[in-house]
Nanobody, 117 residues
Framework: QVQLVESGGGLVQAGGSLRLSCAASGSISGINVMGWYRQAPGKQRELVAVSVRGGSTNYADSVKGRFTISRDNAKNTVYLEMNSLTPEDTAVYYC???????????WGQGTQVTVSS
């Protein structure tokens, strides 16, 4: 089992920045993909950004140029740097990791990000 602990959410004004962190612990060998998703009220959960071990990343079009995903494999932690936030970025942000063999997916508990106008 993999446990994920997220931190860094909060309330910020439009144009501001936040940094989310997600630390993985437990049976962490084989974690290949680490990423962030978000779910706004009344909407489906959507991909924000993912990082594949080895360096490749992928971003939702809505966050390209504003958000940056990074990971520290030694600390088993993935980060999401969010800049130029808008009220449309308000959501619960979830960390997700994918582990091989399996593959097996694990989700964090979510952290609230609220951007005021």
């Amino acid at each position: 089992q993999v446990q994920l602990v997220e931190s860094g959410g909060g309330l910020v004004q439009a144009g501001g920045s936040l940094r989310l962190s997600c630390a993985a612990s437990g049976s962490i060998s084989g974690i290949n993909v680490m990423g962030w998703y978000r779910q706004a009220p009344g909407k489906q959960r959507e991909l924000v950004a993912v990082s594949v071990r080895g360096g490749s990343t992928n971003y939702a079009d809505s966050v390209k140029g504003r958000f940056t995903i990074s990971r520290d494999n030694a600390k088993n932690t993935v980060y999401l740097e969010m800049n130029s936030l808008t009220p449309e970025d308000t959501a619960v942000y979830y960390c997700k990791v994918v582990q091989w063999p399996g593959p097996r997916e694990y989700w964090g508990q979510g952290t609230q990000v609220t951007v005021s106008s």
